[in-house]
């Protein structure tokens, strides 16, 4: 959707070419640096922007397909609306497509997008911390050691090794809309569960090649159930607590490949012609007209051509007309 509908018409106005706004980008390893920028260009649903620091410090990285929050203040509150690095120029200067609406901010760690996982879960009961991390540790190892190609035997011969500390009854719920972040999600689950509850959790993701993601998490908070199919469904708001900084990477990449995929296929929906119009090129009726015209003066030009090869060839050339009567003239003269 583009700016130039009523979607960002009442932010517009702090939108352009040189407004402030500030950007917050997201740190690999938890949390938000945020810094002001200066808009350069402002065209519907993009910006153009020039970071105000020089040098962006060392442990802040930001790249093309990376997910961004763009904030404008508004009467001394902070309105804020997801965007995406669609180019980068040097490291000051990003353009940003905006997509999602302005909200007031929320205080998160990280973005979040709606799509839909495969994802299990089991519910930790009583346990010490420092037993959770050791057994959520074994099983990111051993997922590893499965993703780079480790022999079957070598990786039951490792697991056989370790006995789980935390016993876990997995619930598998297939795919599932999730909201997902590097921070956390937003679950939808078939039993009520209370704040600070600690899950287990394994998340697929579809990746190149797919990837499953080990973390545990916190309950922050439940809703109210709602009905699906029947059966009540409590959409539950997790929050990592042990979460792998490479698969944090991977829940970014597929976070950044989702919305991008998702941004093209808007803007195809954009280029459809109108309804009646027929595919493909657009016609120029003025060209067809241009064309129209010079076949018809060269069928014209055909029409008189022929018709005089016709009379051409019924009449003679008109120099073989001279070459007859000069030569009766010079039989005339000799036979007199």
Known sequence: MRMQDDYYAPYREYLLEGMRIEVGIPLSGGGIFRDWA??????????LVQISRDVLPANVRVDEGFILDVSIWIR?????????????HGGRVLRIRLFGEFTLRERRQFFRINLELAARYAVIGPAGLAEVERDWTQ???????RFQGYDSFVIAAHQARYKPAVPLQWQVMGRTEVNLGGGGMLLNIPEPLAP?????????????PPRLVHAVARVI????????????RYRVGLQ??????????????????????LLRKATDLREVPEPGAAPGRQVDW??????????????????????????????????????????AIKNYRHEQ
């Open 221 to 232: 908070h439940v809703m109210r159930p709602t009905a699906q199919r029947g059966t009540p």
């Open 196 to 208: 600070d509850e600690l899950l287990a959790l394994e998340i697929s993701v579809p990746l190149t």
């Open 139 to 145: 099983r990111k190892e051993l997922e590893q050691m």
């Open 286 to 327: 003025r060209r067809v007209t241009r064309r129209a015209i010079l076949t018809l003066l060269l069928l014209i030009l055909a029409t008189i051509l022929a018709r005089y090869l016709v009379r051409y060839r019924q009449q003679g050339s008109p120099n073989e007309i001279q070459q007859t009567y000069e030569k």
């Open 240 to 261: 990592f607590v042990f979460l792998d900084e490479r698969d944090r990477d991977l829940l970014f990449r597929h976070i950044s490949v989702t919305q991008i995929a």
């Open 38 to 47: 200066t808009v350069s260009e402002s065209a519907e649903d993009e910006l």
């Open 76 to 88: 001394k509150e902070a309105y804020t609306c997801s965007g995406i690095v669609t180019e980068k």
